[in-house]
């Protein structure tokens, strides 16, 4: 990990005066102002430059851009397939490091419609165009494939024919916000008729197919009956939003409302204001005891979630003040969570289980965003999310690979199964976040004025014009 020194006229007159053969006086209290002397930071600190956090979300997407290749292919031949009409079993989206269609590529989708909409940088949105449209001209012949009972491609399967909330609910949010955009009017004037289709079966398959418990809360079958995984709430809820806000159908935003309650029901702790990984039914639930890992990235799709739901539910929705209490919650347990080097752990309250970079990288979109939006104090949660931003990008190598991201994770009922979780660059949970988080950065970077205060971070009403390293919070000296 690199150090961050940051030099100031301090730190040029201590090191004049430590300097072997110097003639000044020793340092001491009356003849140096300690207080200016700068602390070397193991990852970094301070206010991030926005073409800074741009460069590291570039390096990014020039990485997936080329691990994620846009066509169709024969299997058996590896040739290119471009005329629809000829689209069989033997068609397949061509493998890169990364699945097209896969619930980490949901994610990753709506982060990469984030950084265009904070960026303004045509790269991001021709990246999810360009595979959307795939898709969309490739889905009427794949359905009717289905249709015929054929087999094909599992990344085009899930699609046609979604089995698990991981294949829909990821996928059908970003398509639903492509459909959007920030105007209402899409990112791209062929979309919203392409995508609909797809949008719609995506939809049907969350809102008619997926197991549920008895009161509707979405649920699995594993690794018990009636398993409840926090996951789920960012796989199922987003997409059921956002449904209300393509539709207008109140509906919608009913049910996606319904089911954070529901998943709230059983999976907030709130002595420590996290969400618990997992929980199972149990027959006799006066008696039932249901052990709380508070793994980092499920808590990041939960407050995600919150985040997610947020934005599009109306104002006056009656249960709008409970989502954003929730949200308000779990960010002040997040935030007191935070390790010094800007990381959270992979169990968030075990400081004994390594630093992760997904998890990291979603609570600092998701607390940005907040700052943003109004939700949270940017005094009190500004300076978290920097300091977790200067993690995430320490985790960003040269290559544009995301290090230190956990694998794909099941649930467990015991600490060790998290904390030998492996971690890897091709574990894709790790790319959509930090593109997210380096787009809310941005936003906040130009919406909000933080300024560097006695060396600490401060967010401040406006700006401050004063360059001066301790100052009052106007900019003025009355010390």
């Known amino acids: 990990m690199k150090r961050t020194t940051i030099y100031t006229a301090a730190t040029a007159l201590l090191l004049a005066a430590t300097a072997p053969g110097s003639a000044q006086a020793p340092v001491n209290d009356n003849n140096t102002p300690l207080h200016l002397m700068q602390p070397q930071y193991r990852i970094g600190y301070g206010i991030p430059k926005t073409e800074e956090v741009k460069q590291v979300m570039d390096r990014v997407l020039r990485y997936i851009d080329a691990e994620t290749p846009a066509e169709l292919v024969d299997k058996r031949s590896g040739k290119a397939v471009t005329d629809l009409n ?9 493998q890169g490091g990364f699945r097209l269609t896969s619930y980490e590529w949901g994610v990753t989708y709506s982060a990469v419609l984030a950084a265009y909409a904070a960026t303004g940088d045509a790269a991001y949105r021709d990246y999810v165009v360009k595979r959307f449209r795939l898709l969309a001209d490739a889905f009427p012949r794949f359905r009717q494939l289905h249709q015929q009972g054929k087999r094909f491609d599992g990344n085009i399967r899930r699609v046609v024919d979604p089995h698990a909330l991981d294949d829909a609910g990821a996928v059908c949010a970003s398509m639903i916000k492509a459909v959007l955009g920030n105007d209402g009017k899409g990112i791209d004037a062929a979309l919203p008729t392409a ?4 949008i719609d079966n995506y939809i049907d398959y969350i809102m008619n197919r997926e197991y549920r418990l008895s009161d509707g809360t979405f649920a699995r079958l594993r690794p018990q009956k009636n398993t409840v995984w926090l996951d789920d709430m960012f796989m199922g809820i987003p997409p059921v939003a956002y449904m209300g806000r393509l539709t207008g159908e109140a509906r919608y935003y009913d049910e996606a409302v319904r089911q954070v309650l529901g998943f709230s029901k059983r999976m907030w702790v709130p002595e420590k204001k996290l969400f618990r990984h997992g929980w199972v039914e ?21 407050i995600l979630t919150l985040c997610e739901v947020l934005d599009v539910l109306p104002a006056d929705h009656a249960q709008r003040p409970q989502v954003l209490s929730l949200l308000r919650q779990h960010a002040e347990g997040l935030a007191a969570l935070q390790h010094s080097d800007g990381f959270w752990h992979q169990l968030l309250d075990r400081n004994d289980t390594y630093l992760e970079t997904s998890a990291t990288a979603i609570y600092t979109y998701c607390l940005a965003h907040a700052v943003n939006q109004g939700w949270l104090s940017a005094k009190a949660f500004g300076p978290v999310v920097l300091l977790g931003w200067h993690a995430v990008q320490s985790a960003v190598n040269d290559r544009g690979q995301v290090e230190n991201v956990c694998v794909g994770t099941g649930m467990g009922f015991e600490p060790a199964f998290y904390a030998y979780r492996p971690v890897h660059v091709m574990a894709a949970h790790g790319y959509g976040p930090v593109l997210w988080a380096g787009a809310e950065v941005i936003n906040l970077l130009r919406q909000q ?15 401050v014009p004063t360059r001066q390293p301790i100052f009052n919070y106007d900019g003025k000296i009355r010390f």
Not at 282 to 302: I, L, Q, Y
Not at 449 to 463: G, I, R, W
């Open 282 to 302: 149990e027959a006799d639930e006066s008696t039932a005891w249901h052990p709380a890992f508070h793994w980092g990235r499920a808590n990041g799709w939960a």
């Open 449 to 463: 004025h933080p300024k560097l205060n006695d060396s600490a971070v401060q967010f401040y009403d406006q700006e």
């Open 195 to 198: 995508l609909r289709p797809l």
């Open 86 to 94: 000829r689209i069989d079993e033997n068609t397949q989206l061509r």
